[in-house]
């Protein structure tokens, strides 16, 4: 590439969430957002404000957050991605830097995204992953709750499991560009691919794992989604309330937000024509 050709970057991000008040860029707070954007400036000169998948809050981790951007320096990928891993602190890592096509775009690009959600069951959480999970030993009916995580796949409008919150109207989604796909439908409507419940059994204790799948997510959506299926494993509702819950569109129908530590954006997908360069 010539010296002053502007090319499209594709990062893959991982992190911890804890220190930071979640990705986008806040007067007066530490962000992913923030951080990297600093980092890039530092490297390369360019101050640019790199684009991602979507938002994640205070808290919430990362294992495979997407970052588009464009810059004009000719610094080859192997090159970024090392000085970028040495410019961040150790609670950020990119895991893969490359070129993308023109026109590729972290959040607009995408077509599908996973989140995990975390919930450790035993005596004593550990404080090596106390930072990671949320520490729950309540005895709790986990088929219940496969039930109840069935319901909500498919094509539904999930704004009763949305954030109630002044700012709704601009944070109300982390969509990908399968919402476009949604015009003319409610805000709240989104495509759900695959939810469900899995135990792990490991030695410091058993781990209660919730994997969902879909074209975008409202704000607050996932954890709202844990704390109601919490709710159905404790009895507090029936497993087919979901129904009626979805059907309302209001938050105060749904369950309380599960913690933020929990929750792990695990992995945005693209159509193949968004893959990188050769």
Partial sequence: MTKNEEHTWKLTLAWDGTGFHGWQVQPGHLTIQGTLAGAIE???GERVLPQGSGRT???VHARGQVASFTLAAPIPPANLHRAL???LPETIRILSAEHAPSGFHARHSACAKTYEYRIFRGEICPPWLSRFVYALNWPLQVDAMRQAAALVLGEHDFT????????LATRNAE????????????????????????????????L???RIRGNGFLHHMVRNLVGTFLDAGRGHIAPEEVRAILERRSRSAAGPTAPARGL???HVEYPPASSPEP
Avoid at 160 to 167: G, H, Q
Avoid at 175 to 201: C, D, M, N, T
């Fill in 264 to 266: 792990f954006l695990d």
């Fill in 208 to 210: 209660l794992l919730y």
């Fill in 42 to 44: 530092r490297i390369t």
């Fill in 160 to 167: 009763s499991f949305a954030a109630s919150d002044p700012d």
């Fill in 57 to 59: 809050d205070t808290g």
């Fill in 175 to 206: 969509p990908a560009a399968a919402e476009e796909s949604l015009h003319g439908k409610s805000a709240g409507v989104r495509v759900i691919y695959a939810s469900s419940w899995h135990e792990e059994r490991h030695e410091d204790g058993d």
């Fill in 85 to 87: 891993n040495r410019a």
